[in-house]
């Protein structure tokens, strides 16, 4: 644990915090008699139904009705019931705005393409959601969008939500049968695609593929192609080819005029969106989220733990099949200006979204721990080729972020920013660990849990921990809770997922530790956590050391059941990517072990250090343990859409280094 803050909000800061001025409202208003964070925190977990109720009323909640009763059924989880009185619709508060502000502006590979103002999308809005009626689109339905990470997605999915029904969205990088994997499951009446996508310098087009997942989605009554290659410089390599039951976007809409959104006043726990899991050891679950909880969890994300104002300019780096492109467009409820971007983050000699940055005075920029780790890799210097002058917060997540990556931050993109690794995800549509801009920073820390999440540590009998690793549990129910997954109906698969281990309790299924000063390490998910002899070990553990070595690109830790033919325990086996053309030798293994055995432990040290040409992940960045764990094993991976690279995973089956 360090021991002296890396930076530290100055008291004007502090002052100028939304959450300083929410705190203050909430002391009064309730009479707390303290005034501390850790207090704070508390008070928000200790007494839910204030906390909430708080962050209703001075978020300023649009709904036509709310409702006496806050919490109901508070000791069952799943069970608990938030504002079961409350009717109110998700887009009308995103879309509280209506004036010539930036509402979103996108970004290609290319550069700048194009801004749209918070009148505009409205208007926008408003055709769309007319269209989509007069397709019979009702409150409860399922829509799709199979598409890159622009401004008709952010429309559609708004225009779809004023309806009532239920949205979902998958990348264009997707093959036919990961897209079938996960929109077969939910049935969908309308199809969005744009006619393709550009990466990496190269355009793609979606429309061959689109067909053909049409053909097997026999809910689908029209398929709407938005022009994006068709647009563009690359236009002659992806003609739009309109097909059976499908229309032009601009077609589709041409028949109805902006006018006054009819907004659907829903119950609290309506469905609003279906989340996906990333389905690399089955077909991908479909996690229901409901729009109040959403709602609560995204105002308190943006406006507490993000410190979002209105007209700031907020960006996420991230693609439509992860959980923070909704959090991304979901910066609208904080009355910000949302950046676009789709493509290589690597465009510009990986300068690109820092020339994005300055260009479009970022206030906040998100982007993952892979992300940070690969330019600090390559030796770069943002902070002498840019300015990131407007720049508050910079925000990761998708994997831990390690130690030295904030060395890195301070040292070569801005000496005086929040750096907040934050940990949460799909499941909760949320954070358990949070960024916090009223609290300092520690290298390899993150900076609090989050609030109105009674986030604990346990060991493996249900104890609490506090400065010693162990499972990341929730004890208290939380709005943005699932409502559960689509097609479980008896609740089943939900209650396994998250609370079968103990009665109750959310078991999130990350290894982690509390510190003695309320900040959060993350070592790894727990089911990728290796045992060696009985002693449990997180992967971001042994990447944390592994990664400092510069020769090593990437890594991947799994245990290996040993020895094969009667197991009786695990080893643990460590495969590097090495920079182009280097060869793993004798020296460099033992540089490798070396490192890992001074800064952890010798029962970190794998067993066996094996090179390999590239480290198969999601198309999120995610490196995949359990796939590469179930290729040692000889077991099948059957389900690979999901990965950004899976013809790597064939090196790691009858691997004859890993025979003794």
Same mark, same amino acid.
């Given at each position: ?229 068709? $647009?563009?410089? /690359? ?7 309109? +097909? #059976? ?5 601009? =077609?589709? !809409? %041409? ?97 690109? $979204?820092?020339? /994005? ?7 906040? +920029? #998100? ?5 940070? =780790?690969? !330019? %600090? ?100 129910? /939380? ?182």
């Amino acid at each position: 644990m360090s021991e002296k803050a890396m930076w530290t909000p100055s008291q004007a800061l502090i002052e100028q915090a939304n959450l300083t001025a929410f705190a203050r409202q909430a002391i009064r208003r309730w009479k707390l008699g303290f005034n501390t964070y850790p207090e704070f925190y508390d008070w928000s977990v200790n007494r839910p139904e204030q906390f909430w109720q708080s962050v209703w009323d001075a978020c300023g909640v649009i709904a036509s009705k709310k409702g006496k009763r806050v919490l109901i059924h508070g000791g069952r989880m799943p069970g608990a019931r938030w504002f079961p009185d409350a009717r109110l619709n998700f887009a009308e508060n995103l879309l509280r705005r209506r004036d010539a502000t930036d509402a979103l502006v996108f970004w290609d590979e290319t550069g700048f393409r194009r801004r749209i103002s918070y009148a505009e999308l409205q208007a926008e809005v408003s055709r769309v959601a007319q269209a989509m009626r007069a397709e019979g689109l009702s409150a409860g339905d399922r829509v799709a969008a199979f598409m890159p990470n622009m401004p008709e997605t952010a429309v559609l999915a708004l225009a779809a939500i004023s309806i009532g029904a239920v949205w979902s969205s998958c990348s264009p990088d997707f093959g036919t049968d990961g897209v079938l994997d996960r929109f077969g499951q939910t049935e969908p009446k309308l199809l969005f695609t744009a006619d393709g996508y550009l990466y990496n310098g190269k355009a793609h087009d979606s429309l061959a593929r689109v067909r053909e997942i049409a053909a097997k989605l026999p809910s689908v009554r029209r398929v709407v192609v938005v022009p994006h290659l068709a $647009l563009h410089s /690359f236009q002659s390599s992806a003609q739009p080819e309109i +097909f #059976g039951i499908a229309r032009r976007y601009a =077609d589709w !809409i %041409a028949a109805h005029a902006p006018g006054a959104i009819e907004y659907a006043q829903l119950p609290f726990d309506h469905p609003l969106y279906i989340l996906f899991t990333s389905g690399t050891t089955g077909k991908p679950k479909c996690i229901v989220h409901g729009a109040g909880g959403t709602l609560l969890s995204a105002l308190k994300t943006y406006k507490l733990q993000f410190d979002v104002r209105p007209l700031d300019r907020f960006f996420y780096y991230t693609t439509c099949n992860w959980v923070m492109w909704n959090l991304l467009f979901q910066g609208l409820v904080a009355e910000a200006s949302v950046m676009l971007y789709d493509g290589s983050p690597f465009m510009r000699d990986a300068a690109i $979204l820092f020339d /994005f940055c300055d260009a479009e005075r970022f206030t906040q +920029f #998100g982007t993952s721990a892979k992300f940070i =780790d690969a !330019i %600090a890799k390559r030796g770069m210097k943002p902070g002498k080729t840019h300015s990131l002058g407007s720049v508050r917060t910079i925000i990761s997540t998708g994997s831990p972020l390690v130690p030295e990556s904030y060395d890195y931050v301070y040292r070569e993109l801005k000496r005086d920013v929040c750096l907040s690794s934050i940990s949460g995800g799909t499941d909760i549509m949320g954070c358990f660990a949070d960024a916090n801009p009223i609290l300092p920073v520690y290298r390899g820390e993150l900076q609090c849990r989050s609030l109105g999440m009674k986030v604990e540590v346990w060991d493996e009998d249900g104890s609490t921990l506090v400065g010693q690793k162990g499972e990341l549990v929730c004890t208290s129910p /939380f709005p943005s809770m699932p409502i559960g997954f689509w097609n479980d109906a008896d609740g089943k698969r939900y209650h396994d997922a998250y609370f079968a281990r103990w009665p109750d309790v959310w078991c999130h299924g990350d290894y982690c530790e509390l510190t003695g000063r309320g900040t959060m390490i993350v070592y790894g998910r727990s089911d990728a956590t290796l045992n060696p002899g009985g002693v449990r070990i997180g992967t971001a553990e042994i990447y944390g050391q592994v990664e400092k070595i510069d020769v090593v690109e990437e890594s991947v830790a799994i245990g290996q059941l040993w020895p094969p033919e009667q197991p009786s325990d695990t080893r643990v086996v460590l495969f590097v990517k090495l920079r182009p053309g280097l060869v793993l030798d004798a020296a460099l293994e033992d540089r490798i072990r070396r490192q890992i055995r001074e800064h952890t432990s010798p029962r970190h040290v794998p067993a066996r250090i094996v090179q390999v040409p590239d480290i198969p992940r999601t198309k999120n960045g995610k490196v995949v343990e359990l796939a590469v764990r179930s290729m040692v094993h000889g077991m099948p991976v059957t389900h690979t859409d999901a990965l950004a690279n899976p013809e790597v995973l064939q090196f790691f089956r009858n691997m004859p280094e890993l025979a003794v």
